[in-house]
C-alpha cells in the first residue's frame, strides 16, 4: 500500500509544483518587461510539461529508462484517447470550426521522426539534439506565424491586453514575495514530486511483476497527462473546442521532441523490441485518428468520445494482460 500513497503524493507534488512554476513564472517574466507573445510559447509550455520533463530526466538518471520513454509514449496515447475522449462523452467538442491543420501535419511529422529514431536501438544523445533542433525549427515557425498574425491587427496595445489576459495563472496586483514563493515550490516540489514517482513506480512494477515500461505506459502517463485532461474538460465545458484539440496537438509535440530529446541529452534510453513492434504504432495510429476531426471539421460527439474512451481501455487491458 506504502508504495500506492507514496507515488499518489509524488503525483499530487508534481502537478500543484508545475501549477506554481507556471503562475510565477509568468508573472515574473512580466514585470520585469518580456513579452506576452514570448511567455506564452516558452514559460508556460514548458512549466505545464513540467511533470513529464522531470519524470522522464529523472528516470533516465536513476537507470530506469524504460520508464522515461513509456512516460512520454503512454502519455500521447492518453492525451488523443483519453484526454479527447472524457470530455466529448460529458459535452460535444465541435471542433468543425477548428484550425490546426499545420499544427496536426507537425505532430504527424514529429511522430513519424520519433518512430524512425527509435529504430536506432535507442535514444542518444545524437537523437536528443535533432529532437530539439526539430522542435526549435517548429517553434520558430509558430512564433513567425504569431508575428505576421499580429501585424494585421490595427491596436497593437489591444492585442498585447488581450495576449496577457489569456495568460494563465496572470495576477497583475500579485506582490513579489508571492511570485518568489511560486517559483521556490516549483523548483522544490519538482524534483520531489518526480522522485517519490519514479521510485515508487519501479517498486510497484517489481511487485507485480510488470517492466517499468508498461508502469510507465499506464500509471505514470495517466497522471502525469492529468494537466491536460483538466485543461481539456473546461474547455469542453466551455464549447472552446480549439482549445481542446489544439492543447493534445501541442502537448504531443512538445513530449516527442523536446522532452525525449532534453532525456537523450542526459543518458541513453534504449528502445524496448516491443515499443517497436506494437505501442509506436499505436501512438502513430491514435493519432492519424484525429484526421477527421482536422481535415473534414467533424465534431467530437459523445459516440466518439465512448469509443475513444473504449480504445485506450482496451488497450491498457492488452498492455497489462
Known amino acids: ?172 496586483d500579485m506582490p513579489w514575495w508571492q511570485i518568489l514563493t511560486f517559483l521556490l515550490l516549483g523548483l522544490v516540489g519538482l524534483p520531489l514530486g518526480a522522485d517519490l514517482l519514479v521510485d515508487n513506480a519501479s517498486i510497484l512494477a517489481t511487485r507485480y511483476g510488470v517492466s517499468e515500461a508498461v508502469i510507465g505506459l499506464t500509471l505514470v502517463a495517466v497522471g502525469t497527462s492529468l494537466p491536460e485532461l483538466a485543461t481539456t474538460v473546461m474547455a469542453a465545458l466551455r464549447k472552446q473546442a480549439d482549445v481542446a484539440l489544439g492543447n493534445v496537438i501541442g502537448s504531443n509535440i512538445f513530449n516527442l521532441l523536446g522532452i525525449i530529446g532534453v532525456a537523450a541529452l542526459v543518458g541513453r534510453i534504449p528502445v524496448d523490441p516491443q515499443f517497436l513492434k506494437f505501442d509506436l504504432w499505436i501512438m502513430l495510429g491514435t493519432s492519424l485518428l484525429l484526421i477527421p476531426f482536422v481535415f473534414f471539421r467533424c465534431d467530437i460527439g459523445r459516440i466518439v468520445g465512448i469509443a475513444l474512451t473504449s480504445v485506450y481501455l482496451a488497450y491498457v487491458t492488452m498492455i497489462i494482460v
Open 1 to 172: 500500500m506504502m508504495p500506492w500513497l507514496l507515488s499518489s503524493l509524488g503525483l499530487v507534488i508534481l502537478l500543484l509544483a508545475g501549477d506554481a512554476l507556471v503562475k510565477g513564472a509568468v508573472n515574473l517574466s512580466l514585470r520585469v518587461g518580456i513579452p506576452a507573445l514570448i511567455v506564452s510559447l516558452t514559460i508556460v509550455a514548458f512549466g505545464t510539461s513540467a511533470p513529464e520533463l522531470l519524470v522522464s530526466v529523472n528516470a533516465v538518471l536513476a537507470n530506469k529508462p524504460g520508464l522515461a520513454l513509456g512516460n512520454i509514449v503512454g502519455s500521447n496515447i492518453a492525451n488523443v484517447l483519453l484526454v479527447l475522449g472524457l470530455p466529448a462523452i460529458l459535452s460535444v467538442l465541435h471542433t468543425s470550426g477548428c484550425r490546426c491543420f499545420k499544427s496536426y501535419i507537425q505532430m504527424l511529422a514529429a511522430s513519424v521522426l520519433f518512430i524512425a529514431l527509435a529504430f536506432r536501438g535507442s535514444f542518444d544523445w545524437i537523437s536528443g539534439a535533432i529532437l530539439l533542433c526539430a522542435l526549435g525549427l517548429m517553434l520558430a515557425d509558430a512564433f513567425r506565424d504569431t508575428m505576421a498574425h499580429r501585424r494585421e491587427i490595427n491596436s497593437r496595445a489591444a492585442a498585447d491586453v488581450d495576449d496577457i489576459a489569456d495568460l494563465e495563472g496572470l495576477d497583475p
